[in-house]
T-cell receptor, first 114, second 112 residues
Framework: NAGVTQTPKFRILKIGQSMTLQCTQD?????MYWYRQDPGMGLKLIYY???????DKGEVPNGYNVSRSTTEDFPLRLELAAPSQTSVYFC?????????????FGSGTQLSVL | GESVGLHLPTLSVQEGDNSIINCAYS??????FIWYKQESGKGPQFIID?????DKRQGQRVTVLLNKTVKHLSLQIAATQPGDSAVYFC???????????FGAGTRLFVKA
């Protein structure tokens, strides 16, 4: 199994540009998450999904959008990139929530907005 | 707001020594705790977990201790190896609210 796959690994955007960060998992996990990690900081939850067709906001959703049309895919959309969105983005998935919520992470997308 | 924090942002240990990484949590309702390891350029990986009805859990070379009285979590790594060099995150989960909170992480350096 490939696990959680994220693309691209690196990207530089100009202010105001848009892009989609791709995330796919082949573990048939219902629950998927997008986190951002700023230097020296912990992971902040952007959006999450509990299943196909269902998404919800996390701690820091402003400036982002998501969709979940299939169980496997959970893309993250940046519409108008801002320097504050410079960060490393991680997609994660888990089979169970709550008492057995071990997250499987992708390798991350390093995004710079200049 | 509630947060999970770490006492030491960096830790340097000699190869072969034991490492102890500490974590404080603030939500007394958190009932599940996980340690993740993040190597350079990679996403975090699950190391070990512990539920609130336990105070100690052992894995291969790693032990997690939970002290609910003072809301403290620690990760002990025995006979630390160069491959243990990474950033370690603790995460607290309130299973009733499906909420995971990550700490800022501790960077572990292992000196040969």
């Amino acid at each position: 199994n490939a696990g959680v796959t994220q693309t691209p690994k690196f990207r530089i955007l100009k202010i105001g540009q848009s892009m989609t960060l791709q995330c796919t998992q082949d573990m048939n996990h219902n629950y998927m998450y997008w986190y951002r990690q700023d230097p020296g900081m912990g992971l902040k939850l952007i959006y999450y999904s509990v299943g196909a067709g269902i998404t919800d906001k996390g701690e820091v959703p402003n400036g982002y959008n998501v969709s979940r049309s299939t169980t496997e895919d959970f893309p993250l959309r940046l519409e108008l990139a801002a320097p504050s969105q410079t960060s490393v983005y991680f997609c994660a998935s888990t089979k169970d929530r709550g008492s057995n919520e071990k997250l499987f992470f992708g390798s991350g997308t390093q995004l710079s907005v200049l | 707001g509630e947060s999970v924090g770490l006492h030491l942002p960096t830790l340097s240990v000699q190869e072969g020594d034991n490492s102890i990484i500490n974590c404080a949590y603030s939500n007394s309702a958190s009932d599940y705790f996980i340690w993740y390891k993040q190597e350079s350029g990679k996403g975090p990986q699950f190391i070990i977990d512990i539920r609130s009805n336990m105070d100690k859990r052992q894995g291969q070379r790693v032990t997690v201790l939970l002290n609910k009285t003072v809301k403290h979590l620690s990760l002990q790594i025995a006979a630390t190896q160069p491959g243990d060099s990474a950033v370690y995150f603790c995460a607290e989960i309130y299973t009733g609210g499906f909420k995971t909170i990550f700490g800022a992480g501790t960077r572990l350096f292992v000196k040969a």
